[in-house]
C-alpha cells in the first residue's frame, strides 16, 4: 500500500474528498516528523509510539569493495507497535 491508496482508502472511509484525505495525511506526517526532530515521543494509544533513538557510532563495511567504513553516531527514528496493533496483525 503506498500513499496514494492510503489517501484512497482514508476519502472512502471517512467521506472525505481525497484532496482533503491527502491534506490530513500530510499533516499527520509533518506533525510526527516535527515531534521527532524535537525529540518527542508521538504515542498513539493502541496503534503505538513513534521516537527517535540515539544510536552508537560504529564501523560497518562498504558492500561493494568490503572496505570498512565508519558509521557515525547519531538520531534515528523508529517504531514500537502497541498492543492492539499486535493483537490485530497476529490475528
Given at each position: 500500500m ?5 489517501v484512497?482508502a482514508?476519502a ?6 481525497k484532496v482533503?484525505?491527502t491534506?490530513?495525511?500530510d499533516?499527520?506526517i509533518?506533525v ?7 525529540g518527542?515521543?508521538v504515542?498513539l ?6 521516537e ?9 563495511r562498504?558492500i561493494?569493495?568490503g572496505?570498512?567504513i565508519?558509521i557515525?553516531?547519531g538520531?534515528?527514528p523508529?517504531f514500537k ?6 493483537d490485530?496483525?497476529?490475528a
Amino acid at each position: 500500500m503506498n500513499k496514494q491508496d492510503v489517501v484512497n482508502a482514508l476519502a472512502e472511509s471517512t467521506g472525505m474528498t481525497k484532496v482533503d484525505s491527502t491534506k490530513a495525511l500530510d499533516a499527520f506526517i509533518e506533525v510526527i516528523t516535527t515531534a521527532l526532530v524535537k525529540g518527542e515521543k508521538v504515542t498513539l494509544t493502541g496503534f503505538g509510539t513513534f521516537e527517535s533513538r540515539s544510536v552508537a557510532a560504529r564501523m560497518g563495511r562498504n558492500i561493494k569493495t568490503g572496505s570498512p567504513i565508519k558509521i557515525p553516531a547519531g538520531r534515528r527514528p523508529a517504531f514500537k507497535a502497541g498492543k492492539t496493533l499486535k493483537d490485530a496483525v497476529k490475528a
